[in-house]
């Protein structure tokens, strides 16, 4: 069975940092791009960026870029989102999902998902 696992989320102040971890079992996950989405109370699920199957190549929208960063460990079948400076507009359900596509944005070339942490950002 192929599972993808999210973990990290918690609750946190803001101008805090945390980071949420993608573990992978039964998908490679250097085979395939990894993106993180976000979905807020009342919202529609939003990307918050990708990298690539060698890491070597990042995207992030401009709500997140300068503040979140991803990072891959191959050698562990992970995939980690660095989230710092947070902001109580971060606040959401975290998801990490695999795609065959490159630097896509869209949830819909995303093939599979895991079932997401929720992050709080609040004083």
């Known amino acids: 069975q192929v599972l993808l696992g999210v973990s990290g989320g918690g609750l946190v102040q803001p101008g805090g940092s945390l980071t949420l971890s993608c573990a992978a079992s039964?998908?490679?996950?250097?085979?395939?791009?990894v993106g993180w989405f976000r979905q807020a109370p009342g919202k529609e699920r939003e990307f918050v960026g990708s990298i690539s199957k060698t890491g070597t190549i990042t995207d992030y929208p401009d709500s997140v870029k300068g503040r979140f960063a991803i990072s891959r460990d191959n050698a562990e079948n992970t995939v980690d989102l660095q989230m710092n400076s947070l902001k109580p507009e971060d606040t959401a359900i975290y998801y990490c999902a695999t795609s065959p596509y490159s630097r896509s944005r869209r949830d819909m070339d995303y093939d599979l998902w895991g079932q997401g942490t929720r992050v709080t950002v609040s004083s």
């Open positions: 039964g998908r490679t996950l250097s085979n395939w791009y």
